[in-house]
């Protein structure tokens, strides 16, 4: 792979274990931009904790993750890594959007509410920009009559649309999705 285009994702002998459980034992994989890239397993072979390690969620025991040609959650100086600072890491993560399993939606605010909150919190828009930001999203995956609902009145399929509309929001340049059938 030559060194202007590199890898989205590119794994190197990424390894997780929680306590004495090996979950990653030495990931190596490249995924390109543009490229759609599913993981396929059984129910705790890993590929949570995998995604959750790509955007620094979790850290590595081993190995390296880059995202966009950058060292995620880490920065290497000669042959020594030193973790990044949380402000650090989460400036990094803005560019990363992640569906989590159980969406994780807000549920005190409403659908509006939930896609407008991030690009207001973490990126300064001001508020009349993300809502119709929010507005647009809603309607492209199919919700803009259901932008006043809160959570707890949406079903699970259109909960989990709303947490893909708010994960656009923030127009990042990696979207994982952690079981994006499960609703």
Do not use: W
């Not at 202007?4 to 034992?25: D, N, R, T, Y």
Request: aromatic share 6%; proline share 4%; hydrophobic share 40%.
């Amino acid at each position: 792979m030559n060194q202007s285009s590199p890898a989205m994702v590119k794994a190197e002998g990424v390894h997780k274990s929680f306590g004495p459980v090996e979950v990653l034992k030495g990931i190596d994989l490249e995924v390109k931009s543009g490229e759609v890239f599913c993981l396929i397993g059984p129910s705790g072979s890993g590929k949570s904790t995998f995604l959750r390690c790509i955007n620094h969620l979790e850290k590595v025991n081993a190995g390296r993750l880059y995202v966009d040609g950058e060292l995620v959650g880490y920065r290497q100086k000669g042959d020594k890594l030193y973790e990044l600072k949380d402000g650090e890491v989460a400036l990094k993560r803005r560019d990363i959007g992640m569906v989590f399993q159980r969406f994780n939606l807000f549920p005190h605010m409403t659908a509006v509410e939930n896609v407008m909150e991030a690009p207001v919190q973490v990126k300064g828009v001001s508020k009349a920009q993300a809502r119709e930001r929010a507005g647009q999203l809603l309607e492209r995956v199919g919700l803009a009559d259901k932008a006043r609902s809160y959570p707890s009145q949406l079903s699970g399929g259109q909960q989990q649309r709303v947490a893909i509309a708010r994960a656009l929001a923030m127009d990042p340049k990696l979207m994982l999705f952690d079981e994006p059938t499960s609703a």
